[in-house]
């Protein structure tokens, strides 16, 4: 394990280089002025040899490499530079969001995994019922279902028609100090229906996985011992039947990321999305930087994970990767 962790953090080097290289030449050639993003509408009467001046200070001027070079030394050294458009250090900006959304995306998990397998395993054992052909065409259904429409929906139904949770925020209304009572209750529909949109993926795979172990000549064999269908299930179909789960972990992250900085939209929810969105339309180049590390960071580690469990519950599969 401490290998294989040593030889994937060795190659993230390179991964995470070349993204901050190309985060930089993608925003390079973005048609966003960062300049005029700065000084807002006090730079449309402004003069040329202050608008120049603004490009100098934010390090506009400079070319792509010594723009990239600049901020991956600091960074280094710990210092991600200053965020113009929101006119704090990166650092900061990053600290005082990225719980929440870690909050969020962590909830939502554990539930999608947990209601997922659930419902996949139910619908495995009884293959080809109204209750597999249910749950089948609901998680094909909401595959295909942005995870922004499952929020506008969540809103208008729990929020608008019914009042029992809050549309957004992450404090009622004319309250200033955020309240563990007011956190929970602000976390629910945002966390569902991001739970909602990672939850089709799991459904199925168990579904398959589960399905195909219990059709297994191993399987079939403790069933012909008289073993009961439970001990069946629990001990020998769904520890091979739950393998592939294991990689799904890792490869949802990118779209959980992603369906995370959707749901935060809708939710206004005080995580990073507002910031991405902001560092993206602005050409923020220390932060745009920063949080493509972050989420980069993120999938790395998710792919480590998967295959770390992966080599846990399969010792044949070893950790050579």
Not at 44 to 50: G, K
Request: charged share 15%; aromatic share 6%.
């Amino acid at each position: 394990m401490a290998r294989m962790t040593g030889r994937r953090a060795l190659l993230a080097v390179p991964v995470l280089l070349a993204v901050t290289l190309g985060v930089f030449a993608v925003a390079a050639a973005a048609p966003f002025d960062p300049v005029k993003a700065y000084a807002g509408t006090a730079g449309l009467t402004a003069s040329q040899e202050n608008l120049d001046q603004i490009r100098h200070n934010l390090g506009v001027d400079q070319p792509l490499l010594g723009r990239w070079w600049h901020w991956l030394t600091g960074a280094l050294t710990g210092d991600l530079g200053d965020s113009a458009t929101l006119r704090a250090p990166v650092s900061q900006v990053i600290g005082e969001r990225i719980g929440w959304s870690v909050l969020l995306c962590a909830l939502a998990f554990v539930v999608a995994i947990i209601v997922g397998t659930l419902l996949g395993v139910l619908a495995a054992r009884r293959r080809g019922s109204l209750l597999d052909r249910a749950v089948t065409s609901a998680a094909y259904t909401l595959e295909a279902a942005p995870p922004f429409w499952l929020g506008l929906l969540a809103v208008w139904l729990f929020a608008l028609k019914l009042g029992v949770l809050p549309a957004g925020g992450l404090t009622d209304t004319g309250s200033e100090v955020a309240t563990a009572g007011q956190i929970a209750r602000h976390v629910i529909l945002p966390a569902l229906v991001l739970a909602v949109s990672q939850l089709p993926w799991f459904v199925l795979y168990v579904r398959q996985g589960v399905g195909d172990a219990l059709e297994e000549d191993p399987v079939r064999g403790a069933r012909a011992r008289g073993l009961s269908e439970r001990t069946v299930l629990l001990q020998h179909a769904l520890r091979s039947g739950l393998l592939p789960v294991l990689t799904l972990i890792g490869s949802r992250v990118p779209e959980l990321i992603t369906g995370a900085l959707l749901v935060e939209t809708v939710f206004s929810w005080p995580g990073i999305a507002a910031a991405t969105v902001e560092a993206a339309t602005s050409v923020d180049f220390p932060l745009l930087a920063a949080l493509t590390v972050l989420a980069t960071a993120a999938v790395l580690v998710g792919n480590l994970l998967s295959d770390l469990l992966y080599g846990l519950a399969d010792p044949r599969v070893g950790f050579d990767g």
